[in-house]
């Protein structure tokens, strides 16, 4: 392997850019363009060409962790092991087994979502796992759901963007959070189409766009309702489509109606003429899109605003046409994959249902155990966080850092700190590791060879370019040692592409059908999407456009679903009358616990900010770069301000990347959508303060 040069996948977003890795003789990892695939066509942003600097033994963990005597210190692997194994069968014995909690990460391989999910409900025997990426886009998953029985980040290709008419990109800075897709809007425009971008902010992607709308945080759902309801008004419904290809359209028709373009505009601070702009834009040319991103998505309400751009594009006859639809652009590496097969909460792999008796007889079959083994639904991930150290007592956490990522993040730190015992895998030693009684230091993505599922819901295969550093283990290795000295000798391969075997058979028949995509057909093929039932190509060549003939409810027609405006949870008041949203920027990525690591991307963005309008910061006395003081109903954050025209007078944003008093997180509302369970992490209320230095 070494000196060749490997064709592989970035480790960071859902765009899972396209790359080429050759080891270098002084022991570094070179990057380079692999132009042949089509979702970055060679691009890649600071964070991908950077990624091999966290495979540095300067970075990164490269040893077990035990605690002792409240610090941690080197183990061997057979101690610390013994620790987790011992640790998690005390609780088991003394509290039962859903007093074992597992949290996962979207930045996992489908082999080790797979794994992990499998791991909880057959050895562990708990009901309580689920993972970060409940907080990515759980509620688009969840409207997706409700409309087309089916949950597909993006129903097309990215190819397909520049080929329609309109694009409304709700929500999303897709210049910073994944560059190389820029290009695809880029070249919309150029090709004639129209993009227009709803964010409070005026974004590096907003500055890209024909038309910017600007509404207050948490008001997308009425915002979507009153362009609704002018497509009612101005006779712009596909009276024919929505006839033959949907269900429920005059409930969905009365609530939006109560939404007229006045009082929409007192609520969301958008102007009449341009909700009619956007309404125009959007419908006169023969193809339109909507995606949606984390900014109408991560409300308390995020379900049913989804469920209300949906309604748009069925109105109008845009879902299930060519080069139109709803999408929802995810925002981790593994975001779709990891919750396909296994470790959210609710769910079986092949985006079954555990609450479904063939369901879990079925996969039960695949796991050669009885179907009344497995438990039951568990909590969502901010649930499953706030119950640790009262029914939770012991916890298995993989790459995930909520100490710094999850809401009331002060909160959920203490939480952490309560457990009887923590166990946790990752690459380096995050803020959450640190507070560990075992950390195990786990192979990167350049050293192991596994699958994800990027934003379009083409799985991929990312490939083994290096050997990993002595002493570093997998985590299919640490599941499967964890499993025999739990009692469970056999179920858990240390080799992925045996894994992926399981895998296919335990998705096959279900809505995420993987059993015809094989290790082969993803290195020949560059991707396969999913679903796709038969390894025979010409039979089934996998479905990159979804919903074409017929939508995934049993009489093939997308729902309608009635929703109405309602206020975010935390509406600001006289003690805190600003409103805060939150964010990342284009040199860090997610916790930063990888990124912060990274000297170029440091150097870039070193820290966290409070972005604040000229009005806001005269009216508080604060200059750029004064240190600004962030206050909520849960805590306090300081940061220096930065000024912008760019930003509405009434709002805030922070960037959540880092710990520490600038921890953005510290102030986020865990507010919970009632469906999706997504918290309300975009909007909540606070006031400023100077701070002296």
């Known amino acids: ?39 970055n066509r060679g691009a890649l942003c600071g964070k991908g060409r950077t990624a091999p600097a966290v495979l540095s033994s300067r970075v990164r963990l490269t040893s077990p962790l035990v605690r002792s005597g409240g610090t941690l210190v080197p183990a061997g692997w057979d101690e ?26 979207g930045g996992l391989t489908n082999e080790k979502a797979y794994t992990l999910g499998k791991f909880a409900r057959v050895v562990l025997g708990t009901s309580q796992i689920d993972y970060n990426g409940r907080f990515c886009m759980s509620s688009a998953a969840a409207g997706g759901m409700k409309a087309f029985g089916l949950d597909r980040g993006l129903p097309f290709p990215l190819e397909d963007i520049p080929k329609s008419g309109c694009v409304i990109l709700v929500g999303s800075n897709l210049a910073e959070t994944m560059p190389p897709s820029l290009r695809f809007f880029t070249e919309l425009r150029e090709n004639g189409g129209t993009l227009i971008v709803i964010d409070p ?31 009612v008004a101005e006779g712009l419904v596909d009276e024919e489509y929505v006839r033959e ?60 605003t989804v469920s209300a751009w949906i ?42 249902k555990l609450d479904d008796p063939a369901a879990r007889a079925y996969v ?100 083994q370019a290096i050997t ?6 997998s985590d299919l290795e640490v599941m499967h040692e964890l499993a025999d000295r739990l009692g469970v000798e056999k179920g858990f391969p240390t080799d992925a592409e045996e894994v992926f075997e399981e895998l296919r058979r335990a998705s096959a028949g279900g809505p995420a059908d993987y059993s015809g995509i094989t290790y082969r057909r993803l290195a020949e093929e560059n991707g396969v999407f999913w679903p796709c039932p038969t390894e025979d190509t010409v039979v089934h060549p996998g479905t990159p456009r979804l919903f074409l003939d017929r939508f995934a409810t049993p009489d093939g027609r997308a729902r309608f679903v009635p929703v109405s405006h309602r206020a975010i949870a935390e509406e600001p008041d006289e003690e805190y009358p600003v409103l805060l949203t939150t964010g990342r920027v284009v040199a860090q990525y997610q916790s930063g616990a990888q990124t912060r690591r990274v000297d170029e991307l440091n150097a870039a963005a070193p820290g966290p900010f409070v972005e604040l309008h000229p009005r806001l910061a005269e009216r508080l006395g604060a200059a750029e770069g004064d240190p600004v003081a962030v206050v909520s109903r849960r805590g306090r954050a300081v940061a220096p301000a930065r000024i912008t025209l760019g930003i509405r007078p009434d709002t805030v944003f922070m960037p959540f990347h880092w710990y520490g008093e600038g921890r953005a997180n510290t102030l986020t509302n865990p507010a919970l959508d009632p469906t999706s369970r997504m918290p309300e992490f975009k909007a909540c209320a606070v006031r400023l303060e100077t701070v002296e230095r």
């Open 1 to 39: 392997m070494q000196n060749s040069v490997t064709p592989t996948h970035c480790p960071y977003c859902a765009l899972q850019c396209g790359m080429n890795l050759t080891p270098a003789p002084d022991g570094t990892v070179e990057v380079s363009e692999r132009a042949d695939f089509p979702v």
């Open 80 to 105: 610390a092991l013994d620790r987790i194994a011992e640790g998690l069968s005390r609780t088991r014995a003394e509290h039962g087994p859903d007093a074992c909690g597992v949290f996962g990460g």
């Open 201 to 231: 902010r005026r974004t590096k992607t907003a500055e890209q766009a024909d038309l910017h709308l600007m509404p207050r945080p948490g008001t997308d759902l009425a915002l979507a309702l009153g362009l609704l309801h002018l497509v």
């Open 245 to 304: 290809r949907t269900a429920g359209w005059e409930d969905a028709r009365a609530a939006a109606m109560a939404h007229w373009p006045e009082y929409v505009e007192r609520i969301t601070g958008v102007p009449v003429p341009q909700l009619r702009e956007t309404v125009r834009l959007f419908c006169e040319p023969e193809s339109a899109m909507v995606l949606t991103a984390r900014g109408p998505e991560q409300q308390s309400k995020g379900t049913d």
């Open 311 to 352: 309604n748009l594009c069925l109105a109008t006859g845009r879902a299930g046409r060519p080069f139109s639809g709803y999408g929802c652009l995810t925002g981790q590496g593994n975001g779709q994959g990891g919750r396909e097969h296994g470790q959210k909460a609710d769910q079986l792999p092949g985006y079954r």
């Open 364 to 463: 039960a079959g695949v796991w050669g155990v009885d179907p009344d083994s497995l438990p039951g639904p568990g909590r969502s991930a901010y649930e499953l966080l706030d119950a640790l150290g009262t029914d939770i007592k012991s916890l298995l956490l993989m790459g995930s850092n909520p100490v710094v990522s999850a809401p009331h993040a002060a909160h959920i730190e203490e939480r952490i700190k309560s457990l009887d015992f923590l166990a946790v895998c990752d690459v380096v030693l995050s803020e959450t590791a640190a507070l560990a009684d075992v950390v195990l230091p786990v192979t990167q993505w350049a050293e192991e060879t596994g699958t994800t599922t990027n934003l379009e819901g083409r799985v991929l295969l990312r490939r």
């Open 468 to 473: 990993p550093p002595d002493g570093i283990r």
